[in-house]
């Protein structure tokens, strides 16, 4: 049984950095494409990076320069470091696995993030 767990979320406040963290069981992290999700309040799913199994990391136009994916594989785990964060970035992240971001049957449970001042 595949599972992950989402860590590291918070407050913080504008301008701020946090460390995600997604640690999977089941499932060997280094052998398939990990992607990072958003919900915001009220909003729909918004893709924000991947890395794929070459480590080659993609993002999102609105947190390029700012958030940077990486793998740990000691930890089976892959790492959202999250820096000059921003009000728009809170919301509920979770780490999925796989090819289609959107698969809820991909992913875990999330972690929240609130950024305000």
């Known amino acids: 049984e595949v599972r992950l767990v989402e860590s590291g979320g918070g407050y913080v406040q504008p301008g701020g950095s946090l460390r995600l963290s997604c640690v999977a069981s089941?499932?060997?992290?280094?052998?398939?494409?990990v992607h990072w999700v958003r919900q915001p309040p009220g909003k729909g799913l918004e893709w924000v990076s991947r890395l794929d199994t070459r480590d080659w990391p993609r993002y999102a136009d609105s947190v390029k320069g700012r958030f940077i994916i990486s793998r740990d594989d000691a930890n089976n785990a892959v790492h959202l470091r999250m820096y000059s964060l921003k009000p728009e970035d809170a919301g509920m992240y979770y780490c999925?696995?796989?090819?289609?971001?959107?698969?809820?049957?991909?992913r875990g449970q999330g972690t929240q993030v609130t950024v305000s001042p």
């Open positions: 089941g499932i060997t992290l280094r052998e398939i494409t």
């Open positions: 999925v696995v796989g090819d289609d971001y959107a698969d809820e049957g991909r």
